[in-house]
């Protein structure tokens, strides 16, 4: 989905996250739609395939040098392939997983760092959320490049919220300033949180891979 340009909330307020959201179970371990054994799974395929390319293309380099034309040629082909049948691997489970929605309160969790949306309160077409992060870490820790997104009909805006990179304490939840947004309930609107960089986007499975679907809260 391409983003646009950041929203700014019109308000901000403060408050503090209940006993009942910070007891909840993270549902969804690592942000990731799979198990997370699985992910982690994909993240080794992801080194494994890495180092093989890699390994080939010293041996190509190497069979050059040698004048082994065909030996050369022999290398790059197979390189090439596992490279277009891992990344055909990666669109094709993108492409395969069913979207969901996540419930109130329900926390996505990149590792030890989780996000929810705690409360939502609904006027017309204004949106009064409430959102909360968690660390199951025991050191203090801060995201890496977490946004938040509202998503209208397959377009997401990014929504500027304070605090949201801020560190968080080991086995602490924080809520952060309520944000308002103006988003009709008839555009079906959906909040969006992602975290994580250029390695996620190329594991098998993981959220921030290519045309896979975002899992996140209606504010419906």
Not at 194 to 212: A, C, M, Q, Y
Request: proline share 8%.
């Amino acid at each position: 989905m391409p983003p646009s340009k950041g929203l700014r909330p019109s308000r901000a307020t403060s408050g503090n996250p209940t006993d009942e959201v910070a007891s909840r179970p993270c549902l969804i371990l690592g942000a990731r739609s799979f198990p997370r054994d699985a992910v982690v799974m994909g993240a080794i395929v992801l080194v494994g395939t890495v180092l093989l390319v890699l390994g080939l293309i010293v041996a190509t380099l190497v069979l050059v040098v040698g004048r082994s034309w065909s030996g050369a040629r022999g290398t790059s082909v197979v390189a090439g392939l596992i490279v277009i049948v891992y990344g055909v691997s990666l669109i094709v489970v993108s492409l395969t997983t069913p979207v969901r929605s996540l419930a109130m309160g329900e926390w996505k969790c990149f590792d030890d760092w989780c996000a929810s949306v705690t409360s939502l309160t609904r006027t017309g077409d204004s949106v009064l959320v409430s959102l909360s992060l968690q660390n199951r870490g025991r050191r203090e820790q801060a995201p890496d490049s977490p946004h938040l997104w509202l998503v209208l009909h397959g377009v997401r805006d990014e929504v500027i919220v304070a605090g949201l990179s801020s560190r968080v304490p080991g086995g602490s939840v924080r809520q952060l300033p309520q944000i308002r947004l103006v988003s009709p309930a008839s555009d079906n609107p959906q909040l969006v949180v992602t975290e994580g960089g250029l390695p996620s986007r190329l594991v098998i499975g993981d959220d921030n891979s290519p045309f896979h679907p975002q899992p996140g809260w209606q504010l419906t």
